[in-house]
Structure formats: C-alpha cells, structure tokens
C-alpha cells in the first residue's frame, strides 16, 4: 500500500489536476491553496450559469455542506461530473446539525452522484442513520473513533461503503478508509489539527486532488489523502514546536509540508494498516 499511496502522491504532481470545489467561505482559500501544494489546480465556481460548464472541465468536483446556499449549484455540478465520469467527493459538514444539511447530502447520494465522502465521525454516523447529532462542525465526543472501538467502527463504515457504492473517509485521531471490499485505518496526525479553522476542508480537497488524478483508484487516493494529512500535519507541529509558534503558524507550516513533501518522506512515515 506505501507504494500505492506514494504513486498516487507522485502522479497528482504529474498531472495538474483542475478541482472545481463548491465551498464555504470561512475556508475557501486555504482549500485553494492545498490543492496548489498538492500539484493541482483549483477554481472555485457557485453560479448557476456556469457550474456545469467548469466541472465539465475539471477532473475532480468537491462539495462541501458548508455552502449550503449553493444547493442547486452542487446538484447541476454533480450530474455535470457524473456525466463527465469525473469523482465527486463530498464533504458533509454538520450534516447532523440540521435536517436541511442531511437531507441534501441523502440527496446526492441517493441519485449516485458521489464518489467519495470524507467527513468526521458524527457526520458519516448521521449519514447514515439520518439522526441529528452534532451542534456544530466538530465531532461529537461520544462519537469519536478510538482503538477500543475501531473495529466496529470500521464494520460501519465498510457497511456504509457498500450502501451508497462511494468510498468513505472517516477522518479523526484515527483516520478509517473503506470502498466496502478494502478497509485501511491510518494513524498519525497532529493534535493542534483540532485547533485550527478548515482541517477537514483542506482534507476534503486533498482528497479530490488525489482523486482528480487518480480516479481509477479513488480508494487508494483517499489512503493517500489521509496519509498525507496526517505526516503533514506531524512535520508540521514538529516546526511549530522548534520555533515556539502558534495554530496560525501551524495552518501555513501545514501548507508548507503539503507542498514539499516527496515520495520517500511519506513512504518513510506512512502508518497505514490493512484490516
């Protein structure tokens, strides 16, 4: 699998690829700016009128629940890429939160237009059982994945795979990947992850640019996605530590890391495991 997620990492770098991500406001540019890190190219369109038009030339779309607004948008785009063969990865942020955020996202994966989901373990938990659980963007402590349960988590979340046919990502302290055949649970990271603004964004969009490039192998692209955040966000800390800096420093230390990590340095502090 190091191998694999190294190819993945080295061919998004080859190929450019462009990501159309519907987003929120509160972390658009730092998506933008990780995309770029990782190798590709990123444009962030909302308007009706042209939504369709950019994902027909893009190679991946992103749609993250917190531009909620932009609903009609996301579903012209979505059957745009569809039509396309492009991956659409969606972000379901909050989705227990609000009724109208779950239902969207139900939505979109009912007609079959995702290809991927990346969120953290209350909002795929309230995918998939369509109940309110969290007040806000955060996961909710009762919900968190950890060793104790992580093979019950992993259960859910291959089940949940091969309900909606889209990969899923369940991002936290552990990190569980499943296209519902593959399971892979990847450790690592940064606490100080938690502490800034967009992580789980910049994931998200991480994750369409791997699989932009890579979409022949988007459970693979969704391994190295998380992998990369996780080693990135470790060189990352380790930085901040040595110059007794702080979480705003650490959002663009964490950029840095995206955009200078090579194959060897992943390869050599990948921690991934094959369940």
């Known amino acids: 699998m190091t191998e694999c997620v190294t190819q993945i990492v080295e061919r998004t770098l080859q190929k450019r690829p462009m990501v159309h ?9 730092d998506c933008a700016n990780i995309i770029l890190a990782a190798g590709g ?5 909302q308007d009706e009128r042209e939504v369709a038009e950019i994902t027909a030339r893009s190679d991946a779309l992103s749609l993250n629940m917190g531009a909620l607004r932009a609903q009609e948008a996301m579903l012209l785009a979505a059957h745009a890429a569809k039509r396309r063969k492009r991956p659409v990865i969606l972000d379901p942020v909050a989705a227990g939160a609000s009724r109208l955020r779950g239902e969207m996202c139900t939505r979109l994966l009912e007609a079959g237009l995702v290809s991927v989901v990346r969120g953290n373990a209350s909002e795929v938990w309230a995918l998939m059982t369509g109940a309110q659980r969290t007040l806000g963007v955060e996961v909710n402590a009762l919900d968190q994945v950890t ?12 089940l949940f795979s091969r309900e909606t046919g889209a990969v899923v990502l369940l991002s936290g302290a552990l990190d569980i990947v499943s296209d519902g055949k593959r399971t892979a649970v990847l450790r690592g990271g940064s606490e100080m992850m938690r502490r800034i ?18 979409p022949e192998n988007l459970f693979e692209a969704a391994v190295a996605a998380s992998g990369v955040m996780k080693t990135c966000g470790e060189l ?3 930085r901040v530590c040595e110059e007794m800096e702080g979480t705003a420093s ?3 230390r964490l950029i840095d890391a995206v955009s200078m990590l090579t194959g060897s340095d992943l390869a050599a502090r990948l921690r991934v495991q094959i369940l």
């Open 21 to 29: 991500s519907i987003t929120n406001n509160v972390t658009v540019n």
């Open 41 to 45: 190219s990123a444009i962030m369109a």
């Open 147 to 158: 060793e104790q349960n992580l093979s019950e988590s992993a259960r859910r979340v291959s």
């Open 197 to 214: 603004t967009g992580a789980g964004c910049m994931l998200t969009s991480l994750t369409a640019a791997y699989c932009g490039a890579n």
């Open 236 to 238: 990352a800390y380790r």
């Open 250 to 252: 650490f959002r663009t």
